[in-house]
């Protein structure tokens, strides 16, 4: 993976945790103490060491742990330097997750040897879809109810995911997302 | 000129407004006959039938109106700017729609910077995938997140540097600090071995000296003024009082030099001492000595004060063979660092000479004994080794700065009594007086000490039982026999002076004691913490002055054993 991910998953136990926390967690995956470059390939093994070691610090399952992350990445990359990227891939939840698969195709340009996932969206309807999610690495369906989560926030809205595993010539994880407006605050009166 | 198909055609058109959903379609009248498929979300007025120049401003190339000027400009570069908003361009260029006269404006939105894609409300699927912009944004964006790391990277690289180097300056002060620290230590340690060396030297020497000064007094006795001989023993005394002198230096600069310690007005002494410094300075060195505010008073040896003092006067004066000027002044520090923080802090007794200076290799050197810049014969090299030994036993420190030609100056650091205690009075000393046939015993280990002793003690009119061992001298007391005084050696072999004092003690109660010593090891002597019925002697010392102390000790006490 790219340094980026790596990154960000600093930037996410640093914020969340603080800087000592990171160096045990830093220390127990065995990585040095330097940092990461965005646009440099790691083995993606660092980055599941990281989560690995994250999860025995924070005594938190890997499975929170990368939902914290996804959650956190939506955010990262809003602020880390790809905010107008996201802005501009789309002005609704269904928007940016149809376009969240050619964001990631035209990323690919920047980042040659990027092995994203794969989004589709099906069965769409003005409150639901279904997102397809194809990944090449296991384990990180967590990852993708984050991501919902964070997106919930910077579309404003509250979602509500549920997730089956498809099995079949392609498997995949399949995510049911609905959602509706966020209440905001109400005004006595 | 480029040439396209007519656009009109309704399969055309829509392929064209699906590949460039900016496009316009216009006629040989400069009316718009279609308008690509993101027009009519993004700004309803580019519409088939609008004129335009009504939407439209040719930004580049200018000065063009009508289709044939287009036309005739179809390979350039076109920029354009909607009317209704102004932010917005367009880039591309123009192509014939057949011989008509009719244009079609390929192009789309001219953005340079990733943030105009939100700000102009456009979105990313809004640029095809044919139209290498989109990628070209991607680009940007990469390079903006880039460039932002890069400065990141290098302010972390700063600050990183800045505490490298921040410790780096500490190591190296460290490292400083710590290359003195070691250099004092092995100074230390060299100026102890040197100090114990030259302790032991004297020890055997004082006992050898006391041999000879004490036969010499015996028989300068027995001589008559006019016997020839006596000059020949005169000299003899002379340089044995010499020899004496030297050993004395030596036991000072070893920290053996026994000090009797009191509260001490230093700059009284100074102005006393003061009067005996000029004569010996002589005329052509200027002496100044002064005293900074009210100093308390300091806890010191009056003796030793006073030989320190000298030492550096003298050491001052031999620097200035033509003269110069020789200041003393005393005033109070409390900045000094010690293991055991003195309230009072300390007096510092400064001696600056305007002379010759030294250089580092012989300032790192000045202390050491037999170390000397003088001509052979005009040092012994003693004097300041001496100054060093009694500064430490006084519990002070000796300080030097000095560089070559440009003068020195010791400041020697006192410990200020703390409890302004006010100086002790001067005792005079009583005189010499024979016995009356009191009984002495006798304890001393040197054969030639004990022999010279026992005969100088018998001629003055004790009875004396003599010892060779504190072992013999206790079964002499505990058979019964009693003595009216005990003079005895400090270090002997089975137990020292001190621990046969107080084993007398034990068996018989409080005896008057005159301990004898060229060596004085025992803390309790240095120190000064004598009972009023004991006395200390440093060897070697004249036959008049023990019969002085053992004829006090009588006359005060009326113990016997």
New interface residues.
């Given amino acids: 993976m790219y340094g980026l991910i790596n990154k960000a998953v600093e930037g996410l136990v640093r914020s969340k945790f603080g800087d000592a926390a990171w160096d045990k967690i830093r220390t127990r995956a065995g990585l040095p103490d330097e940092p990461f470059i965005s646009m440099e390939q790691y083995d993606d093994k660092t980055t599941y060491d990281l989560v690995g070691a994250a999860s025995a610090e924070l005594g938190a399952p890997a499975e929170a742990i990368l939902e914290e992350f996804g959650l956190y990445w939506v955010k990262y990359t809003g602020e880390a330097g790809y905010g107008e990227l996201m802005k501009s891939a789309g002005r609704t939840l269904p928007e940016f997750l149809k376009n969240l698969d050619q964001m990631h195709t035209r990323i690919k340009l920047s980042f040659p040897q990027l092995a994203p996932p794969s989004f589709r969206v099906s069965d769409e309807t003005p409150s639901s879809l279904k997102l397809h999610y194809y990944s090449k690495r296991p384990g990180l369906a967590p990852l993708v109810v984050g991501l919902l989560r964070g997106l919930a926030d910077r579309f404003e809205v509250d979602v509500t995911t549920r997730t089956e595993r498809v099995e079949g010539a392609q498997p995949h994880d399949l995510f049911y997302v609905t959602w509706k407006p966020r209440a905001t605050a109400g005004t006595a009166g | 000129m480029t040439h396209a198909s007519d656009s009109s055609g309704s399969h055309d058109a829509h392929l064209v407004r699906a590949l460039f959903p900016f496009c316009v379609a216009i006629s040989d009248g400069m009316r718009i006959e279609l308008a690509g498929g993101r027009w009519a979300s993004y700004d309803a007025s580019v519409r088939a039938g609008a004129g335009f120049h009504d939407v439209f401003e040719i930004d580049r190339p200018t000065g063009l109106s009508t289709a044939a000027d287009i036309a005739a400009r179809a390979d350039d570069v076109f920029i354009l700017t909607l009317k209704s908003r102004p932010a917005f361009k367009l880039r591309g260029q123009f192509v014939a729609r057949g011989s008509s006269g009719a244009l079609l404006f390929v192009g789309g939105p001219w953005i340079t910077q ?2 105009e ?2 700000a102009l409300g ?4 809004d640029f095809p995938p044919h139209d290498p912009r ?2 070209y ?3 940007l ?2 390079q ?3 460039l ?2 890069t400065r ?2 290098n302010a ?1 690289l700063r600050k990183t540097s800045a505490a490298l180097e921040a410790r780096t300056r500490e190591m190296e002060r460290e490292m400083k600090l710590r290359a003195e620290l070691e250099a004092q230590l092995r100074q230390s340690q060299k100026m102890e071995a040197i100090g114990r060396l030259a302790g032991g030297i004297a020890h055997d020497f004082n006992n050898i000296l006391m041999a000879v000064q004490g036969y010499v007094a015996l028989s300068l006795s027995r001589v008559t003024p006019t016997d020839p001989v006596r000059a020949w023993i005169e000299e003899i005394r002379k340089a044995a009082d010499r020899a004496a002198n030297l050993t004395r230096q030596l036991l000072a600069f070893g920290r053996q030099q026994v000090l009797r310690p009191q509260s001490l007005d230093l700059a009284h002494e100074m102005r006393e001492f003061e009067k005996l410094l000029r004569p010996m300075l002589g005329e052509r060195i200027r002496l100044s000595v002064a005293t900074e505010g009210d100093l308390g008073f300091a806890w010191a040896d009056a003796s030793a004060i006073n030989q320190i003092v000298m030492n550096l006067a003298v050491n001052a004066r031999d620097a200035m063979p033509h003269g110069g000027d020789l200041e003393i002044r005393l005033r109070v520090r409390k900045d000094i660092p010690t293991q055991t923080l003195r309230e009072a802090g300390f007096i510092e007794l400064s001696v600056r000479d305007s002379g010759t200076g030294m250089d580092d290799a012989t300032k790192a050197r000045a202390f050491e004994p037999f170390f000397t810049t003088k001509e052979p014969g005009k040092g012994s090299g003693l004097g300041l080794a001496q100054v060093y030994g009694l500064v430490e036993q006084c519990g002070g420190v000796i300080e030097l700065d000095t560089e070559l030609g440009k003068g020195s100056t010791f400041r020697v650091l006192l410990p200020r009594n703390e409890s302004r205690e006010a100086p002790a009075a001067q005792v005079a000393a009583p005189s010499a007086q024979g016995g009356r046939g009191e009984r002495l015993l006798l304890v001393e280990d040197e054969p030639l000490v004990r022999k010279l002793l026992e005969q100088l003690l018998s001629r003055a009119g004790y009875q004396i039982t003599a010892a060779s061992d504190p072992v013999e001298a206790l079964a002499i007391v505990q058979s019964g026999m009693a003595f009216d005084v005990v003079v005895t050696d400090v270090v002997m072999p089975s137990m020292t002076g001190p621990e046969l004092a107080q084993k007398i003690e034990g068996a018989c109660g409080p005896v008057p004691t005159v301990f004898m010593s060229g060596h004085t090891e025992d803390e309790f002597i240095r120190s000064g913490a004598l009972r009023s019925h004991q006395r200390f002697m440093t060897k070697p010392f004249v036959p008049s002055e023990l019969l002085v102390q053992v004829r006090e000790l009588i006359g005060s006490r009326s113990h016997a054993i």
């Avoid at chain 2, 456009?122 to 699927?125: F, K, P, V």
């Fill in positions: 990733i943030s894609i939100a456009l979105e990313l699927h989109g990628d944004l991607v680009l964006q990469t903006g997140t880039t932002a790391e990141d990277l972390r």
